[in-house]
C-alpha cells in the first residue's frame, strides 16, 4: 500500500492506492451505500459496513470529493481533494519535552471497561494499568451492569454499541442505582453523530470521549473526575522544571521498602532481569500499601524496559 500526498495552492490531495484483490466494476457502486460490504465474504472485515459511508459525508460536507478506482485482482486507489487554508503560523512549537506520568498519590482507584471488542479494552488498560489504577473488564453492557452492581468501581468508560445491552441503557440503569448514582460515568465512541453525544449525556453520562481516543484527554478526564494528584518522572526539560522541583520534595518523603528490598531491586535492574523486577514489585505492594507509589513508579520504568533509570532511581532512595 502507498499514500500520495500532492498538493497545488491550497488544494490538497490524498491518494491511497494497494495490490489487494480489488473491487469489481459492477459492485464500485455499492460500497458506499451504507451496511453494505462487497466482495467474497470471506474476505469480509468486521463491522457495520458504514465506515466509507461516514468518510464520504464528512468529505463532502468540507467541500471535497470521495473516489475510487479498482480492478478485480489487481487492487484500488482511493482518492480524496480538499481546499484547506495555510496555518502554518498559526502552530505553536510543542515543548521539547513533557513530563511523563508515572502514577497517582493515594489508593488504588477502580475503572469499570465495557466495550465488546476486546482491542478497544485493551488500549485503555495497557495505558492505566501500569499507573495503578485497577480495571474491571466487561464485554457487554449486562455484563457491565452486573460488575458495576459487585464491584462498586470509582469511575466507568463504556462504549455505545455492544450487544445484550448498549451504553445508553447501562448508563441510564447505573444512574437508577443508589450506591452508583453519583459514580462518573465516560463514554468512548467512534460515533460521529452529535445526536448520539446528546442521547448519552441525556441517559446520564458525564464526558463523552471519540475514538481514537488521546491518552492525555482520557488522563485529564481521570483527574477531574477522580480528583487525581499525578506522580511525574523527575527531570525531564526546562519546560518541566517546575513540575518536578515539586516532584523532587514528593520523591523526599516517598516511602520505601527496606534497604534489603532495594537492594535485591537493584541487583535485578542490574542483571536486566525485568520479569524478576515485576515478580519482586508485585511482592512489595502484598506487603505494606504504603509502598504502592514507589511500586508504581519502579513498575513503569521496568515496563518500559528503562533498567538505567531503575537503578538511578535506587540509587537516590538507597543513597
Known amino acids: 500500500m502507498t499514500l500520495k500526498i500532492g498538493y497545488h495552492n491550497q488544494r490538497i490531495r490524498f491518494q491511497i492506492e494497494d495490490t489487494g484483490i480489488g473491487i469489481a466494476s459492477e459492485e464500485l457502486d455499492k460500497i458506499f451505500i451504507p451496511f453494505q460490504q462487497v466482495g467474497d465474504p470471506h474476505y469480509w472485515a468486521q463491522g457495520t459496513g458504514l465506515g466509507l459511508t461516514i ?13 475510487v478506482e479498482s480492478a478485480s485482482k489487481r487492487g484500488s486507489t482511493f482518492w480524496f481533494a480538499l481546499d484547506l487554508p495555510d496555518v502554518s ?5 510543542e515543548p521539547d519535552e513533557l513530563p511523563v506520568i508515572i502514577g497517582y498519590e493515594g489508593t488504588a482507584r477502580q475503572i469499570l471497561v ?6 478497544n479494552r485493551s488500549v485503555i488498560i495497557n495505558l492505566l494499568t501500569p499507573l495503578g ?12 451492569l452486573t460488575q458495576a452492581q459487585t464491584r462498586l468501581p470509582d469511575l466507568i468508560i463504556t462504549d455505545l454499541v455492544m450487544p445484550v445491552l448498549d451504553g445508553f441503557e447501562l448508563t441510564r440503569q447505573i444512574k437508577k442505582i443508589p450506591q452508583l448514582k453519583t459514580t462518573p460515568i465516560i463514554v468512548v465512541s467512534a460515533s460521529v453523530f452529535e445526536t448520539d453525544q446528546q442521547q448519552s ?3 446520564g453520562c458525564d464526558e463523552f470521549l471519540a475514538k481514537p481516543i488521546r491518552a492525555d484527554t482520557l488522563l485529564d478526564r481521570l483527574q477531574h473526575y477522580l480528583n487525581l494528584q499525578w506522580i511525574y518522572e523527575p527531570g525531564s526539560s526546562p519546560t518541566t522544571r517546575r513540575v518536578n522541583m515539586k516532584l523532587v520534595n514528593h520523591s523526599a518523603i516517598l516511602i520505601t521498602p527496606p534497604s534489603a528490598q532495594l537492594i ?7 542483571q536486566g532481569d525485568i520479569s524478576g523486577i515485576m515478580a519482586e514489585i508485585d511482592k512489595l ?4 500499601q504504603q509502598w504502592v507509589s514507589f511500586c508504581r513508579r519502579i513498575r513503569q520504568l521496568a515496563q518500559n ?9 535506587l540509587e537516590q532512595f538507597m543513597g
Open 133 to 144: 489504577f485497577e480495571i474491571i473488564e466487561a464485554n457487554h453492557g449486562q455484563e457491565g
Open 114 to 119: 465495557v466495550d465488546d471488542k476486546w482491542e
Open 55 to 67: 468518510t464520504k459525508n464528512l468529505i463532502e460536507i468540507m467541500g471535497g470529493k470521495l473516489a
Open 201 to 203: 449525556f441525556k441517559a
Open 89 to 93: 503560523n498559526l502552530m505553536k512549537p
Open 285 to 288: 505492594e502484598q506487603v505494606d
Open 264 to 270: 535485591t531491586l537493584y541487583d535485578l535492574a542490574m
Open 305 to 313: 524496559f528503562e533498567e538505567e533509570k531503575i537503578c538511578q532511581q
